[in-house]
């Protein structure tokens, strides 16, 4: 996030064009600030960030949430769709603003710090708490530990340079995901063939414990990390009204806006989407070995976002974004679409589950790198927050929406797939008037 480097020339001349309309630096000068940050120096600080991602998403139980929920917590699935899954969209969307400005006002890190802190409440609550209330409550704490993720994600723009981002952003997302591959191998091995199936509380435990290695690696890594946004944070640091109104200023840009665009109606759908697949599976199709659905589920987004790392792919993703974003896009739309379909045998819904899974790490990973691109480093954290505020917003009010109408799962996927749609014509329409 410390400077500009673009290497596709229709977003670079509508970037500095609209740039010279508003008179707003695009952060040029933040370039000469990634050189005086040595190599080893934000490697090093961008593994301690894997590490903390890969912990925090290697969690053996999550196959098994709806599962457990609805088994050990006595909570059916009309309540998780009208209840569970709802609140934790409303208390998501309604934590996510404080997020970002405490971000902003205290720095990454600490918030960061916070985010742990919430993640080892919410596993309290799964174990020793029993009820509806209880489920609720987790999903309270988990909603604000999950929009720590965002800071985390945009943690890592704030120190390695500018050519690296993609490169970045593919191993931040790429080692989140590789967590809960190896932790959905985990409990589908112990499930099938220990036995596990009969007391699933184990499985939370081990998650708890490996939340708990994730602020181990936090720690450690803390003064590292530190230093590495040092270099930058004496520089863009500034008074939270400045810099919103710069960020205001910056979304005239259509090249921006159209990534911003995107993910305002995406992540939301996206988010949806991690709700209600496991509410579908487990009342679709009986007994099917969730820890291996989870598996192919987050192994699409590892390929996904190791795909950014594979440099054919990596420069077209940089000269040709719109090709690229159409045609994961269709793939997303059509494998959420097709996942509501009752299909015959549980295996056709977990090659739909893959395919979303893969297309959207894919574009999200795109995303996040151009839109660190076209902002300064003190407005990063802010536009993917309010980035996400807004298609919080979006999936809170088809949330209450369905819920009001008491939808069924299937329903809330179409949904699902109709905000994909929406936000693939939004990116093209705004692509179109870049061209122009």
């Not at 961008?46 to 925090?56: D, K, N, P, S």
């Amino acid at each position: 996030c410390n400077g500009l480097t673009y290497s596709l020339v229709a977003d670079k001349g509508a970037a500095m064009n609209d740039s010279s309309q508003l008179n707003t630096p695009l952060c040029e000068e933040e370039e000469e600030v990634s050189a005086d940050v040595p190599p080893s120096s934000w490697k090093r600080a961008r593994t301690y960030l894997c590490l903390v991602a890969f912990c925090i998403n290697c969690q053996p139980s999550e196959p098994y949430l709806a599962l457990y929920i609805q088994d050990y917590h006595s909570v059916d699935e009309a309540q998780q769709d009208h209840l569970v899954w709802p609140v934790d969209t409303y208390a998501t969307f309604a934590s996510l603003l404080p997020v970002a400005i405490l971000a902003h006002r205290y720095g990454c890190l600490r918030v960061i710090g916070a985010g742990l802190l919430f993640r080892e409440t919410t596993r309290l609550l799964l174990l020793y708490g029993h009820g509806l209330d209880y489920v609720i409550a987790s999903q309270v704490t988990y909603a604000c530990a999950s929009n720590i993720n965002i800071v985390l994600f945009a943690s890592v723009f704030l120190f390695v340079p500018s050519q690296e981002y993609l490169s970045s952003a593919s191993w931040l997302r790429g080692s989140y995901h590789a967590g809960n591959v190896i932790a959905a191998g985990l409990s589908q091995l112990l499930v099938q063939y220990a036995g596990w199936r009969i007391e699933l509380r184990r499985l939370f435990y081990i998650s708890w414990g490996v939340t708990t290695l994730g602020i181990v690696a936090y720690v450690l890594g803390y003064s590292t990390l530190r230093k590495a946004i040092q270099h930058r944070a004496n520089r863009s640091a500034g008074p939270l009204k400045d810099v919103v109104q710069a960020l205001w200023q910056s979304y005239h840009s259509i090249t921006l806006l159209r990534w911003c665009g995107w993910w305002m109606l995406a992540y939301g759908a996206n988010f949806m989407f991690g709700n209600y697949y496991q509410t579908l599976l487990v009342n679709g199709y009986g007994e099917v070995p969730y820890g291996l659905l989870e598996l192919v589920l987050e192994m699409g987004g590892l390929i996904g976002a190791a795909l950014m790392q594979y440099g054919p792919i990596q420069a077209t993703a940089h000269q040709k974004p719109v090709r690229v974003v159409a045609l994961l896009m269709a793939v997303c739309i059509t494998c959420t679409g097709c996942s509501a379909i009752p299909w015959s045998t549980a295996w056709q819904f977990f090659l739909f589950v893959i395919g979303q899974g893969l297309s959207f790490t894919a574009i999200v990973t795109i995303s996040s790198s151009h839109i660190a691109k076209l902002v300064t480093s003190d407005q990063q954290v802010l536009v993917f927050g309010l980035n996400t505020l807004v298609a919080l917003a979006v999936a809170s009010i088809a949330s209450a929406i369905g819920a009001a109408q008491n939808a069924s799962t299937s329903e809330f996927m179409i949904v699902i797939s109709c905000m994909y749609v929406g936000a693939l014509v939004v990116f093209m329409t705004l692509s179109m008037n870049v061209r122009r």
